[in-house]
């Protein structure tokens, strides 16, 4: 089965400041969908990034990019230039290739704080 | 384009008594999800319909939870005899086969608190 951990309950940055929040998985598929998925407080999750396994290349949208490492597993988020909105619950998320199933396998969460 | 919605909002019920949430999907979309996400966790899979067929169901989803989408369209989730440990957000999300990643967009979630 497959599995997403994020090691960082908690991170801080200072505005304009850049930041990384790590994931890593676990998995015996070779393509699948990941994705980082914030959720404000109080507020519904919404999708900042996907990044799909067969693609080399690093998505990048605006301020949000990844660091997307097929053999280690790994798929990280920066975020460049952190604002104050930028304060919120990020989560990483897997799914596996159209089939069997299509759920999104959770991380337990990184809160993010922004510092003005 | 509205998006996905949820109701109610908030829902606090006793022990022992049946609860209903109700989902709207973005208008187009024929795949809809529902999760549930206890408090410092992560989201939970539950289950899942294409249209109006359930096609995968999680262990998380006791005996006491339905789930229904009878036209394809909206669906509702109810719980019955409801537990203290049936406290939870539960989200909806939704997505359209055929599009990139086939992103799943979720709604605002329904907060259950049983008492």
């Known amino acids: 089965a497959q599995t997403v951990t994020q090691s960082q309950p908690e991170m801080s940055v200072q505005e304009a400041e850049t930041v990384t929040l790590s994931c890593t998985y676990d998995t015996s598929e070779s393509d699948y969908y990941l994705f980082w998925y914030k959720q404000p407080p109080s507020r519904q999750m919404i999708l900042v990034i996907r990044q799909e396994a067969y693609k080399q290349q690093n998505a990048t949208e605006n301020r949000f990019s990844v660091n997307f490492q097929k053999a280690a597993k790994s798929f990280s988020l920066k975020i460049s230039d952190s604002q104050l909105g930028d304060a919120a619950m990020y989560f990483c998320a897997y799914r596996s290739p159209g089939g069997a199933t299509n759920k999104l396998i959770f991380g337990t969460g990184t809160l993010l704080a922004v510092q003005p | 384009d509205t998006g996905v919605s949820q109701n109610p909002r908030h829902k606090i019920t006793k022990r022992g008594q049946n609860v209903t949430f109700r989902c709207d999907p973005i208008?187009?979309?024929?795949?809809l999800y529902w999760y549930r996400q206890t408090l410092g966790q992560g989201p939970e899979f539950l289950t899942y319909f294409q249209n109006e067929a359930q096609l995968e169901k999680s262990r998380l989803l006791s005996d006491r939870f339905s789930a229904e989408r009878p036209k394809g369209s909206f669906s509702t989730l109810e719980i019955q005899r409801t537990e203290q440990g049936d406290s939870a957000m539960y989200l909806c999300a939704s997505s359209l086969t055929g599009t990139p990643g086939e992103t799943q967009y979720f709604g605002p979630g329904t907060r259950l608190l049983v008492l």
């Open positions: 208008s187009e979309h024929n795949r």
